[in-house]
């Protein structure tokens, strides 16, 4: 199955100079874990619950989104297979992906959605038990 055809396309995104205090509060209101960073139709990071506790929070709230997103963006194609990105998934220990198209944020599958259609759960499950798996072993 692609990812085209299973990806949220109703993406609410983030700048970086937005303050991390509003983002969060929006995280919470849209029940949501991560928003991609956006400098036009173009994903520069990625600001995740974890990023605001670990290092904004932690540290000082006042800060901006630019502060403390991953600058590291890790993506893949609407044409790429949910394998794919069950398999990219696992190898980052991650649980979501921006979809990306000639360098635009087109959409936004997580695991969640990979498991969701009958033909993608053995490939949601493997993604999940590697991305549970300890780092350490």
Not at 48 to 76: H, L, N, P, Y
Request: net charge negative.
């Amino acid at each position: 199955m692609k990812i085209k055809d299973i990806m949220s396309r109703d993406i609410v995104t983030c700048t970086p100079t937005d303050l991390i205090s509003e983002i969060a509060q929006s995280m919470r209101a849209l029940d949501i874990g991560c928003m991609p960073v956006v400098d036009g139709p173009r994903i520069i990071g990625m600001i995740t619950d974890r990023d605001i506790v670990t290092r904004s929070v932690a540290e000082d709230g006042q800060r901006f989104v630019k502060d403390v997103m991953t600058q590291d963006v890790i993506s893949v194609g609407p044409e790429s297979s949910s394998e794919e990105a069950a398999e990219i998934m696992a190898q980052h220990r991650i649980r979501r992906l921006p979809v990306i198209k000639n360098d635009s944020l087109v959409g936004f599958v997580a695991l969640a959605d990979l498991s969701i259609p009958s033909e993608t759960v053995h490939d949601a499950a493997q993604a999940l038990h590697e991305i549970s798996k300890p780092e350490h072993l």
